[in-house]
Nanobody, 123 residues
């Protein structure tokens, strides 16, 4: 079955950087759009970034645009989220998810989800 495993979270000071990874298995990874979402304590899950099946179309939430970069390596079945200039408000559990249409984007119907990785940004 489809499995997504996130890694790379941790504790970082404000202004620092982290790179999250999401490894997929049990699927033809290169056909799926992929997205990153996050959920902070007491808040709803929100869209962060996404890209289409070949990585040529990318989408970002306004709150992270210019600071985060999403990319993928289909040969490694992995999608990445490079997070720079981190702020305390970026603190959340970060999840990756699949879009079987391949197109990605904030409005896509994401169906498979990983377990999440915690990102904590201290001030």
């Amino acid at each position: 079955q489809v499995q997504l495993v996130e890694s790379g979270g941790g504790l970082v000071q404000a202004g620092g950087s982290l790179r999250l990874s999401c490894a997929g298995s049990g699927m033809t990874f290169s056909l799926f759009g992929m997205g990153w979402f996050r959920q902070a304590p007491g808040k709803e899950r929100e869209f962060v970034a996404a890209l289409n099946w070949n990585g040529r179309s990318t989408y970002y939430a306004d709150s992270v645009n210019g600071r985060f970069i999403i990319s993928r390596d289909n040969a490694k079945n992995t999608v990445y989220l490079q997070m720079n200039s981190l702020k305390p408000e970026d603190t959340a559990v970060y999840y990756c998810a699949t879009d079987r249409t391949g197109w990605g984007g904030p409005k896509a119907a994401y169906d498979y989800w990983g377990q999440g990785t915690q990102v904590t940004v201290s001030s």
